[in-house]
């Protein structure tokens, strides 16, 4: 059983930065690809960032590159979000999504976590 719970969500000021955390619980951590959705008030889902296992592949969102970085530790089992220059249309709900089969697979992610609201004012 895996368990993702996030954290460092909150209510910021357009251009400020926030990370998010996400805490992994199980054993395989470290055979799972990792990533980052984001719902919005009115708009679907989307992915915002996503990193192999090793670490060594790494996604972006369009409306994320060259603002949002993630990244991950082993120990602890936790990947991060450090997101930069926020602004109002940042603002939704993110969650912490996981999947075991890799990479390609992480549009349809097995595991999510319950999100963390982050609101950024203008």
């Known amino acids: 059983q895996v368990q993702l719970v996030e954290s460092g969500g909150g209510l910021v000021q357009a251009g400020d930065s926030l990370r998010l955390s996400c805490t992994v619980s199980?054993?395989?951590?470290?055979?799972?690809?990792m990533g980052w959705f984001r719902q919005g008030p009115g708009k679907e889902r989307e992915l915002v960032a996503a990193?192999?296992?090793?670490?060594?592949?790494?996604y972006y969102g369009e409306s994320v590159k060259d603002r949002f970085t993630i990244s991950r530790d082993y120990a602890p089992n936790t990947v991060y979000l450090q997101m930069s220059s926020l602004k109002p249309e940042d603002t939704a709900v993110y969650y912490c999504?996981?999947?075991?089969?890799?990479?390609?697979?992480?549009?349809?992610?097995?595991?999510w976590g319950q999100g963390t609201q982050v609101t950024v004012s203008s």
């Open positions: 999504v996981a999947d075991e089969n890799g990479l390609g697979y992480i549009m349809s992610p097995t595991y």
């Open positions: 199980g054993r395989t951590f470290s055979t799972y690809a």
């Open positions: 990193v192999s296992w090793s670490g060594s592949n790494i």
